[in-house]
C-alpha cells in the first residue's frame, strides 16, 4: 500500500524538522517529503493530516505486557492495540512476567507473539539474573543470538537486560552483570531501589503520615541510582535508569553525566503531572513503585526534562485487575497502565504550559528512545523505516478508562480534561490503528 498524509506538521528532532509536509509512504518506507500540496498521486491512499502533528513512532523503554503467567491482567495483543492506540510504534516488555523472561523458550514465545500482532514492534529486556532471584547470572551470550525482531532493528536477541521490579541486591552480582553488558553492548535497565529502605506504600512524608501508613524514603531510591551510575563508570556499561521520581536521584544523574558516564534516564508522566497528594486511602489507583513524591520532587523532574538531565518519557505501563486496585491502599498492587494517556499527558502538562517545546517532548518519546536503545527509528526522512504517528494536538476531552483498549483500567487519571490524541498509528507502512472519531 502506497500512502501520502498531507497538510500536516512534521515534527522530527533528530534531523530538526518542524514543517508543514507531504509524507510519501512506499514499501514500509518513508520515499519522500515535499511541500503541502505540490503532489498529488493518483495511485495513493490520502490521509488528511491537516491541523495535525506527524511524528515519528512513539517508543516506549518500559512497559510491563504480563505475558507470560498474568494475562488476565494483559497480553501481547491487548498490550501491542493498547500502544498502537497510544502513538506508539516500538515497545521494550519487562522481565518480571511468570516465569521470569531468562531463558530462549519464553523470548521465542513472546517474539512470536509479537511478529504476529498489529505490527507495533515488541521487544524484549531479559532478566540479569535467573528468574529474578539475585542469585547467579543470566546466560546473556546465549540470549543475545536468538533470531528475534529485537535482532532485526539492534543486531542482539534482547534490547536490553533489566532486573525490573527491582534491583540486583548484590552490588558484586550487579558489577559483574555491567561488565557483561559492556562486552555486548547492551543497555541495562535499572529498576533502582534499596529493598532494605522500602516495603511502605508511597512516599514517606506529610502525607504518608496524615493517613497512616507506612511510607517509602526517597533514599530508597537515591542510593541505588548513586550505586549504579558508579558501577557504570567502573565497568563502561551503558547504563538507563527507569521511572526516576526525586530531586536526590536527579542531582546524581547530573554528576554522573558531568563526568562523562554513560548514563542515561527516564521518567513516567505520573511524577511530572501528580504528587503525593493525589493518594488516598480507599483504593489503590495512585499507587505505584517508585511513589509518587513531593511538589519539589515532581518540580524538579519537569526542570529535569528540560534541561536534558532525563532523556525520556516512559509509561512504566503495569496493568492489574480491579481485584487489584479497587481496594484498600495498604493491599493494593503497585503500578498503573499508561500508554493511552502518556502522549495526552505529556502535550497538556508540559507542552501547552510551555515547559517544553513540541520538538523537546517528541525527542523524549521518540528519538532519545530510540537513541538509547540503538534503533534505526525516531526520525522522519527518505529512506527511514515508516513508523509515524499522526496526532490530534487541539482536540479536548476526558480521559475514559473503560474506552482503553488495554486490559488495564487502573490510572488516577480517569476525569481528567486533556489535550492530545493519536488519530492514526502507522508501523512498517501500515495503519496499525485509527481513530475514526477524531476524523
Not at 189 to 196: D, I, K, L, Q, T
Not at 369 to 394: F, H, K, Q, T, Y
Amino acid at each position: 500500500m502506497r500512502y501520502c498524509i498531507r497538510g500536516g506538521l512534521v515534527i522530527s528532532p533528530a534531523n530538526n524538522i518542524e514543517q508543514k509536509r507531504d509524507i510519501f509512504i512506499e514499501n514500509g518506507l518513508i520515499a519522500k517529503l515535499t511541500e503541502p500540496g505540490k503532489e498529488l498521486p493518483e495511485d495513493a491512499q490520502t490521509i488528511d493530516a491537516t491541523g495535525k502533528w506527524i511524528v515519528p513512532g512513539l517508543i516506549d523503554l518500559h512497559v510491563h505486557f504480563r505475558d507470560p503467567g498474568q494475562t488476565h491482567k494483559e497480553d501481547a495483543v491487548s498490550g501491542c492495540h493498547a500502544a498502537a492506540a497510544g502513538g506508539f510504534t516500538t515497545v521494550c516488555c519487562m522481565p518480571n512476567t511468570v516465569p521470569a523472561m531468562d531463558n530462549a523458550e519464553i523470548l521465542k514465545y513472546l517474539d512470536g507473539k509479537g511478529k504476529k500482532m498489529c505490527g507495533v514492534n515488541l521487544l524484549m529486556v531479559s532478566a540479569i539474573t535467573e528468574g529474578l532471584k539475585g542469585i547467579s547470572l543470566t546466560d546473556q551470550k546465549a540470549l543475545t543470538a536468538i533470531p528475534t525482531r529485537c535482532a532485526e532493528l539492534t543486531g542482539k536477541g534482547v534490547a536490553a537486560i533489566s532486573e525490573d521490579g527491582k534491583s540486583v541486591d548484590e552490588t558484586a552480582l550487579m558489577l559483574e552483570g555491567m561488565k557483561l553488558a559492556a562486552e555486548l553492548d547492551l543497555p541495562v535497565f535499572s529498576h533502582a531501589e534499596e529493598r532494605a529502605l522500602s516495603g511502605g506504600v508511597m512516599n514517606l512524608g506529610a502525607r504518608s503520615a496524615e493517613l497512616g501508613v507506612r511510607g517509602i524514603p526517597p533514599e530508597a531510591e537515591e542510593l541505588i541510582v548513586a550505586r549504579d551510575i558508579l558501577l557504570a563508570g567502573y565497568t563502561g556499561c551503558r547504563l538507563h535508569l527507569c521511572h526516576i521520581s526525586t530531586k536526590g536521584s536527579i542531582e546524581q544523574i547530573r554528576l554522573g553525566k558531568s563526568r562523562r558516564i554513560r548514563v542515561t534516564a527516564e521518567t513516567a508522566p505520573h511524577y511530572f503531572t501528580l504528587t503525593e497528594e493525589a493518594v488516598n486511602i480507599e483504593n489503590g489507583l495512585a499507587k505505584m513503585n517508585p511513589p509518587l513524591r513531593s511538589r519539589e520532587d515532581r518540580d524538579a523532574v519537569i526542570d529535569a526534562l528540560k534541561d536534558g538531565t532525563i532523556d525520556a518519557i516512559a509509561t512504566d505501563h503495569a496493568p492489574h485487575s480491579a481485584e487489584e486496585k479497587e481496594v484498600p491502599l495498604t493491599e493494593a498492587a503497585f503500578g498503573i497502565v499508561g500508554l493511552e494517556t502518556a502522549f495526552a499527558l505529556g502535550l497538556t502538562v508540559l507542552v501547552k504550559k510551555g515547559r517544553l517545546t513540541p520538538s523537546q517532548f517528541i525527542k523524549k518519546m521518540s528519538t532519545a528512545p530510540a537513541e538509547i536503545l540503538g534503533i534505526d527509528r525516531g526520525m522522519i526522512a527518505p529512506g527511514s523505516a515508516a513508523d509515524l504517528a499522526i496526532l490530534d494536538v487541539d482536540r479536548e476531552y476526558v480521559i475514559n478508562p473503560s474506552a482503553f483498549l488495554s486490559q488495564g483500567r487502573n490510572t488516577p487519571f480517569g476525569g481528567m480534561k486533556v489535550y492530545g490524541k493519536a488519530v492514526v498509528t502507522i508501523a512498517g507502512g501500515k495503519v496499525v490503528y485509527h481513530d475514526r472519531s477524531f476524523d
